[in-house]
């Protein structure tokens, strides 16, 4: 059996407002509204699908992007030229910085919702 994500559910306080984030952060597009979700899909076939919710409702969720050097570059670059806070540790205790684990770099930094997001060039346990 062949069992894949297809897509999940990312609630937002504005879902134009986090799918369009999220789309010019990582350079992707993003998709027509469909009912209430403003899809974002990703290169590996999985589609996040924003949707509005009240604001005291959010349960803060992470999100990691396995990326490539060169789109970590342009990703970090699309940060600081937001300037956008970011860490490089999931608890913000290393603000402005990156992190080089297993032989890449990651960076974390929150979203318009809150969420935690993080963009990775290796997945944790690669080794470098």
């Not at 300037?83 to 603000?95: F, I, M, N, V």
């Not at 297993?102 to 960076?107: A, I, K, M, S």
């Amino acid at each position: 059996m062949s069992v894949q994500l297809n897509h999940t559910i990312v609630h937002s306080k504005d879902n134009r407002e986090s799918a369009e984030f999220l789309g010019r952060i990582f350079d992707l597009e993003v998709g027509d509204e469909w009912g209430p979700f403003i899809p974002v899909e990703l290169s590996n076939g999985v589609t996040l699908d924003f949707a509005t919710i009240p604001a005291e409702s959010i349960v803060t969720q992470h999100y990691a992007f396995l990326v490539t050097e060169e789109e970590f570059d342009g990703i970090f670059q699309r940060i600081q030229d937001a300037k956008l806070t970011y860490y490089a540790d999931p608890h913000g205790k290393r603000p402005g910085e990156i992190n080089h684990n297993d032989g890449g770099r990651g960076v974390y930094f929150p979203d318009p919702s809150g969420h935690g997001l993080e963009a990775i060039t290796r997945p944790y346990g690669g080794g470098s």
